[in-house]
């Protein structure tokens, strides 16, 4: 299972942003996938999930802003990230997880592979 995050950038604040995470080795339609971010200097936290059926969940810190979605014809992940902030610098991470579904989808401890990450920094 291979991830490749891409879309990551300097962007000012209030500004949009989308991150791909294209998926190989993997049928992503089947499985559950989740967006994470790390801030330098601190622990790497949970942004958002999507199970099988296309169902997601948000952390607080980006819910109304942002929207995990997922092309399975393409078998690439997304994230539209609204009305950045500064807070929201940090390298984004797509990870994924042989489940359908996760009742904890929001806890990195679920997934077995992840991508590299992509910069996202917001001033």
């Known amino acids: 299972v291979q991830l490749v995050e891409s879309g990551g950038g300097s962007v000012h604040a209030g500004d949009t942003l989308r991150l791909s995470c294209t998926v190989s080795?993997?049928?992503?339609?089947?499985?559950?996938q989740g967006w994470f971010r790390q801030a330098l200097g601190k622990e790497r936290e949970a942004v958002a999930d999507?199970?099988?059926?296309?169902?997601?969940k948000y952390a607080d810190s980006v819910k109304g802003r942002s929207t995990i979605s997922r092309d399975n014809a393409k078998n690439t992940l997304y994230l539209q990230m609204n009305n950045l902030k500064p807070e929201d610098t940090g390298m984004y991470y797509c990870?994924?997880?042989?489940?359908?579904?996760?009742?904890?989808?929001?806890?990195?401890?679920?997934?077995?592979?992840w991508g590299q990450g992509t910069q996202v920094t917001v001033s």
């Open positions: 990870a994924a997880s042989y489940a359908a579904s996760l009742d904890n989808g929001l806890d990195q401890r679920e997934y077995g592979f």
């Open positions: 999507i199970d099988y059926h296309g169902v997601t």
């Open positions: 080795g993997y049928s992503a339609s089947s499985h559950q």
